[in-house]
C-alpha cells in the first residue's frame, strides 16, 4: 500500500470516528431536550394552575370589594327615618355625581317602600365641588316630586351656595339654616 492510500484510509477512519461521536453528541442532546422540554412542561402547568388560583383570588377580593363599598355607602350615607314619614339624609365628606346617584337610588327605594311624605338632604358636612354633582341634588328632589315626596335640604354652606348658583335652575325645595330647622318644619 502507498503512503497515499494509507493516509487517505486514516482520514476516513478519523471522519468516521467524527460523525459516530457527532451522532453519539446529537442523540444526548436530543434526550437532554426531551428532559428539559418534560420540566418545562411541568412548570407550565404550576405556573398555569397558580394564574388560575390568582385569577379566583381576585374575582373574590372584587366581590368583597364590592360588598364594603356598598356598606360603606350605607354607614357614610345613612338613610334615617326621624319621623314616622320623614327621610333625614346627611351627605358627608366630598360628593360627586355617582356617590350622588347610589345615594339617590337608595332614597327612592326607601322613600317610596315606608310611604315617606318628606325626604330632608343635610349637606352640612358634605363637599359639593362641581355643578354637575349639584345638579344631581337637584334631580335626586325632582324624582321624589314624581314620588309624591316633599324635600328640603338643611346646612348648605358658603362655597356650596357658590356652586348652586352656577346651576341653570334652583334646588325646587325650602333650603333650612340647620337639620334641627328643617325638622321642625316638617310637621
Same mark, same amino acid.
Given at each position: 500500500?502507498?503512503?497515499?492510500?494509507?493516509?487517505?484510509?486514516?482520514?476516513?477512519?478519523?471522519?468516521?470516528?467524527?460523525?459516530?461521536?457527532?451522532?453519539?453528541?446529537?442523540?444526548?442532546?436530543?434526550?437532554?431536550?426531551?428532559?428539559?422540554?418534560?420540566?418545562?412542561?411541568?412548570?407550565?402547568?404550576?405556573?398555569?394552575?397558580?394564574?388560575?388560583?390568582?385569577?379566583?383570588?381576585?374575582?373574590?377580593?372584587?366581590?368583597?370589594?364590592?360588598?364594603?363599598?356598598?356598606?360603606?355607602?350605607?354607614?357614610?350615607?345613612?338613610?334615617?327615618?326621624?319621623?314616622?314619614?320623614?327621610?333625614?339624609?346627611?351627605? =358627608?365628606?366630598?360628593?360627586?355625581? @355617582?356617590? /350622588?346617584?347610589?345615594?339617590?337610588? %337608595?332614597? !327612592?327605594? $326607601? #322613600?317610596?317602600?315606608?310611604?315617606?311624605?318628606?325626604?330632608?338632604?343635610?349637606?352640612?358636612?358634605?363637599?359639593?365641588?362641581?355643578?354637575?354633582?349639584?345638579?344631581?341634588?337637584?334631580?335626586?328632589?325632582?324624582?321624589?316630586?314624581?314620588?309624591?315626596?316633599?324635600?328640603?335640604?338643611?346646612?348648605?354652606?358658603?362655597?356650596?351656595?357658590? =356652586?348652586?348658583?352656577?346651576?341653570? @335652575?334652583? /334646588?325646587?325645595?325650602?333650603?333650612? %339654616?340647620? !337639620?334641627? $330647622? #328643617?325638622?321642625?318644619?316638617?310637621?
Amino acid at each position: 500500500m502507498s503512503d497515499e492510500c494509507i493516509a487517505r484510509g486514516l482520514a476516513l477512519a478519523a471522519r468516521l470516528e467524527g460523525d459516530r461521536t457527532d451522532a453519539v453528541a446529537r442523540e444526548c442532546d436530543l434526550d437532554d431536550a426531551i428532559v428539559l422540554l418534560r420540566e418545562l412542561a411541568r412548570a407550565n402547568a404550576k405556573l398555569a394552575a397558580k394564574a388560575e388560583l390568582a385569577e379566583m383570588l381576585l374575582e373574590v377580593k372584587e366581590e368583597q370589594f364590592t360588598t364594603l363599598s356598598e356598606l360603606f355607602a350605607k354607614v357614610v350615607h345613612p338613610v334615617l327615618e326621624v319621623k314616622t314619614d320623614v327621610l333625614c339624609a346627611p351627605l =358627608v365628606g366630598p360628593i360627586d355625581a @355617582e356617590t /350622588l346617584q347610589h345615594f339617590s337610588d %337608595r332614597i !327612592l327605594v $326607601t #322613600a317610596h317602600a315606608r310611604r315617606i311624605r318628606m325626604v330632608i338632604i343635610d349637606l352640612t358636612a358634605a363637599t359639593i365641588a362641581d355643578a354637575p354633582s349639584a345638579l344631581s341634588i337637584v334631580n335626586v328632589f325632582r324624582a321624589l316630586r314624581l314620588l309624591g315626596v316633599r324635600g328640603a335640604v338643611s346646612g348648605i354652606n358658603e362655597s356650596l351656595a357658590q =356652586v348652586l348658583t352656577t346651576l341653570p @335652575e334652583d /334646588l325646587g325645595v325650602p333650603i333650612y %339654616r340647620t !337639620l334641627a $330647622t #328643617a325638622l321642625s318644619a316638617s310637621t
